[in-house]
């Protein structure tokens, strides 16, 4: 018999993965929509921008409604929303239609982003918190092993738009889950008072938090150096170095491997040295690799192995980073973990797609910018560890 527990995992998990596939389902059709909609590479781009933005951005509506009304409601517009979206892409006939469209479909992917972790810090805390985080993570990493496989799948008989009919089918799954599956975590007893002026205190306070903004940013270099990678790694792999749709998701599904594997020591690690000293750790290891990564690269080395192989190793540690910085984040701000949870979200999510914007506009056919601007987002992050985990690294397990 499946464990609450896991059965909480599980369906946060594929949930969370909502949004996730919405971004690396269609990754591999990038080049593909380029030249179908007659669009230039940066505004094809643009359609993965928008994306984050609205999605980022909107998590703080969603985090606070969460926390007036309940987790369910906001869970069942932002579907219906995606799921609206979703359609409106697969009937897109230039690229301006799909990018507003992808805006619709962000702004209903933006609620089961925020809206899991909330539930996450309702159920547990410390290392039960990290544990189920970790668990959530496990499942969520699926997504970009099978997206991709599955968008290949489906664009090389059916062309790209199939891909969005795709996602229409899993916002319609998602829906049922969230009836039929997720229980309501935030009793009316424990719903703060419905009003802008609660809202707008709360976001004040977080804003004021430094522990609070250092982790988000931690670990936001560290989800936009992904990002940066998701932007500009079809064109390099298929474009650049040859591979067919196909083989690019076999590639890209190695980062979500590393992270995978990863993630499933978060708890016990945490548990063990303190979670702080393990994300200060994690940081070296991803700032290690990215920069020997680029300084291969600016000596001329431009082979796809090696930068398959130097990815997988600096992607590795954010599968410890990402999941502890976030659990840390919200332990302190249990009341108002949907808007702690929101945003977090949008802070990542509005600078992931700034890196996206300023990649896109380096992007010159080649792997130099893509790996310069995770090099940077890497040491941004270790840095930014040193000065917030300062005075915790030497703490318990409670840390």
């Known amino acids: 018999m499946i464990?609450?527990?896991?059965?909480?995992?599980?369906?946060?998990?594929?949930?969370?993965?909502?949004?996730?596939?919405?971004?690396?389902?269609?990754i591999p059709a990038l080049p593909t929509i380029a030249a179908d909609l007659h669009a230039s590479t940066q505004a094809t781009q643009m359609t993965l921008m928008v994306f984050f933005v609205s999605f980022g951005v909107l998590q703080i509506v969603y985090g606070p409604l969460s926390d007036?009304?309940?987790?369910?409601?906001?869970?069942?517009?932002?579907?219906?929303?995606?799921?609206?979206?979703a359609i409106g892409c697969s009937l897109a006939g230039t690229i301006e239609s799909l990018i507003a469209f992808r805006v619709v479909q962000g702004i209903g992917a933006s609620a089961v982003m925020v809206i899991p972790r909330a539930i996450i810090r309702d159920l547990y805390t410390g290392i039960e918190a990290t544990k189920l985080m970790s668990l959530v993570m496990l499942v969520l990493s699926v997504a970009p092993i099978l997206a991709p496989l599955g968008g290949s799948a489906l664009i090389v008989p059916f062309g790209w738009r199939a891909v969005f009919m795709a996602m229409?089918?899993?916002g319609v799954l998602g829906l049922i889950l969230v009836i039929r599956a997720l229980p309501e975590t935030r009793p009316a007893s424990e719903r703060i008072s419905a009003s802008f002026g609660s809202a707008f205190a709360g976001f004040g306070r977080l804003l004021r938090h430094g522990h609070f903004l250092g982790l988000t940013f931690i670990g936001g270099f560290g989800m936009a150096s992904f990002f940066v990678y998701l932007a500009s790694s079809s064109f390099i792999y298929i474009d650049h170095f040859g591979l067919t749709p196909t083989q690019y998701s076999f590639a890209f599904s190695?980062?979500?491997?590393?992270?995978?594997?990863?993630?499933?020591?978060?708890?016990t690690l945490g548990g063990r040295f303190g979670m702080a000293r393990v994300v200060r750790a994690a940081i070296g290891g991803f700032a290690f690799f990215a920069l020997v990564l680029l300084a291969l690269t600016l000596a001329g080395v431009d082979n796809l192995y090696v930068l398959i192989a130097l990815l997988f190793c600096a992607n590795g540690p954010l599968g410890l980073v990402i999941p502890t910085c976030m659990v840390l984040a919200l332990e302190e701000h249990g009341p108002i973990a949907g808007m702690a949870s929101a945003l977090g979200?949008?802070?990542?999510?509005?600078?992931?797609?700034?890196?996206?914007?300023?990649?896109?506009?380096l992007?010159?056919?080649?792997?130099?910018?893509?790996?310069?601007?995770?090099?940077?987002?890497?040491?941004?992050?270790?840095?930014?560890g040193l000065i917030t985990l300062r005075g915790r690294v030497l703490a318990g397990p409670a840390h």
């Open 3 to 26: 464990s609450t527990y896991t059965k909480n995992a599980i369906v946060l998990g594929l949930l969370a993965a909502v949004g996730p596939f919405a971004i690396d389902m269609y």
């Open 68 to 85: 007036m009304f309940g987790r369910k409601p906001p869970l069942y517009f932002g579907l219906v929303l995606y799921v609206a979206g």
């Open 168 to 170: 229409t089918v899993i």
């Open 254 to 267: 190695l980062n979500a491997i590393a992270f995978i594997g990863t993630s499933q020591f978060a708890a």
């Open 345 to 361: 979200g949008t802070l990542q999510m509005v600078f992931g797609a700034i890196m996206i914007v300023v990649v896109s506009q």
């Open 363 to 384: 992007f010159d056919g080649t792997a130099l910018p893509m790996v310069g601007m995770i090099a940077f987002s890497a040491v941004c992050a270790l840095i930014l």
